[in-house]
T-cell receptor
Framework: NAGVTQTPKFQVLKTGQSMTLQCAQDMNHEYMSWYRQDPGMGLRLIHYSVGAGITDQGEVPNGYNVSRSTTEDFPLRLLSAAPSQTSVYFC????????????FGPGTRLTVL | SQQGEEDPQALSIQEGENATMNCSYKTSINNLQWYRQNSGRGLVHLILIRSNEREKHSGRLRVTLDTSKKSSSLLITASRAADTASYFCATRGGSSNTGKLIFGQGTTLQVKP
């Protein structure tokens, strides 16, 4: 199993550009989440999904969109990037009934100029 | 707002010593989890303790939970240089099973050889 994969690993954007961060998991996990990690801030939940077709907002959803058309994939879209979105983004997946132990991807380091 | 607050923010010890990290949280929880993050990597799950448990062990890790004080501690015994990492507590709240975890800000541990 590849686990949770994220692409790209690094990305530089200009203010106003759009892009999609990809996340995929091959563990058949129902739950998937997106977090951002800023220095000294720990991880903050952006959006999450409890299954295909179901998404909900987390703690810091503004500026981000998600969709979940399949169990495997959970892309995160930045429609108009801002410097405040410079961060490291982590995708995670988990399965219900295990206490929600989460499996994390390696992260995407995004810089918005 | 973040659920967990960790103390200390940074800890430096010699190899072989024990390391203790503390986590406090604000609302009722279903379980509390500890994760490790090596520099530049995603988070890795270490241990989970449920709200009706008071202590749990896993190898050199010992976790305690005091729900009356809304706090938890992680003890790493006989530390090794390879334990150098950031450690995060995360809480899953209440009865709703949404897969949401709320993370603390983390403790950075340095173990000197």
């Amino acid at each position: 199993n590849a686990g949770v994969t994220q692409t790209p690993k690094f990305q530089v954007l200009k203010t106003g550009q759009s892009m999609t961060l990809q996340c995929a998991q091959d563990m058949n996990h129902e739950y998937m989440s997106w977090y951002r990690q800023d220095p000294g801030m720990g991880l903050r939940l952006i959006h999450y999904s409890v299954g295909a077709g179901i998404t909900d907002q987390g703690e810091v959803p503004n500026g981000y969109n998600v969709s979940r058309s399949t169990t495997e994939d959970f892309p995160l879209r930045l429609l108009s990037a801002a410097p405040s979105q410079t961060s490291v983004y982590f995708c995670a997946s988990s399965t219900p009934g295990t206490g929600n132990e989460q499996f994390f991807g390696p992260g995407t380091r995004l810089t918005v100029l | 707002s973040q659920q967990g607050e960790e103390d200390p923010q940074a800890l430096s010890i010699q190899e072989g010593e024990n390391a203790t990290m503390n986590c406090s949280y604000k609302t009722s929880i279903n379980n509390l989890q500890w994760y490790r993050q090596n520099s530049g990597r995603g988070l890795v799950h270490l241990i989970l303790i449920r709200s009706n448990e008071r202590e749990k062990h896993s190898g050199r890790l010992r976790v305690t939970l005091d729900t009356s004080k809304k706090s938890s501690s992680l003890l790493i015994t006989a530390s090794r240089a390879a334990d150098t990492a950031s450690y995060f507590c995360a809480t899953r709240g209440g009865s709703s099973n949404t897969g949401k975890l709320i993370f603390g800000q983390g403790t950075t541990l340095q173990v000197k050889p």
